[in-house]
């Protein structure tokens, strides 16, 4: 008879995607696993809020966290799986101005303000990918909602912030 050691788990906090999954706190990821490499963590969930006239009725919540020395415990809405041609976070703002960024203790946007003078604050994470690497000019993209709208956020480097409004849905 073998003896085995009892795994602890940890909460995972997501962010963004679907308002089912929405700052939800999943508790059945162990501090092993948490500690194993990132490309092994994240779930695809199912949810009750598939976008209406998605291909895939039937479509997963796809859930990550960022690479190290970003925290295990934090994933991110990445999209859905399969992918539908209109998915929200395909949408791309068409123009860009720079800002300042004012960050959480979590290394999360709480709000942005503009060289006029505008501030807004993030209401609401939709969506978050980080850069993958492949390309050195790669941004972290931020999909957020303010003040009735939706933007995106990118983050190219430190203190290097822009901000544009996403097209209406």
Do not use: K, N
């Not at 505008?118 to 999909?143: I, K, P, T, Y």
């Amino acid at each position: 008879m073998s003896e085995t050691t009892p795994s602890t788990t940890t909460h995972v906090r997501l962010i963004g995607g679907p308002a089912d999954w929405r700052e939800q706190l999943l508790d059945h990821v162990t501090d092993e696993e948490l500690a194993g490499p990132r490309e092994e963590l994240g779930g695809y969930l199912i949810s009750s809020h598939v976008p209406p006239g998605h291909p895939d009725p039937g479509a997963r919540a796809v859930y990550e966290p960022d690479s190290e020395p970003a925290r295990a415990d934090v994933w991110f809405f990445r999209g859905w799986m399969p992918t539908g041609p209109d998915d929200l976070e395909l949408r791309r703002a068409d123009h860009h101005q720079a800002v300042t960024v004012l960050l959480d203790d979590g290394c999360l946007p709480v709000e942005w303000a503009t060289d006029d003078g505008g501030l807004h604050r993030v209401e609401r994470f939709l969506a978050h990918w980080q850069a993958s690497g492949e390309d050195d000019l790669g941004a972290d993209v931020w999909h957020v909602h303010s003040a009735g709208h939706d933007w995106e956020l990118r983050h190219h480097g430190p203190d290097m912030w822009e901000a544009g409004r996403l097209p209406a849905t």
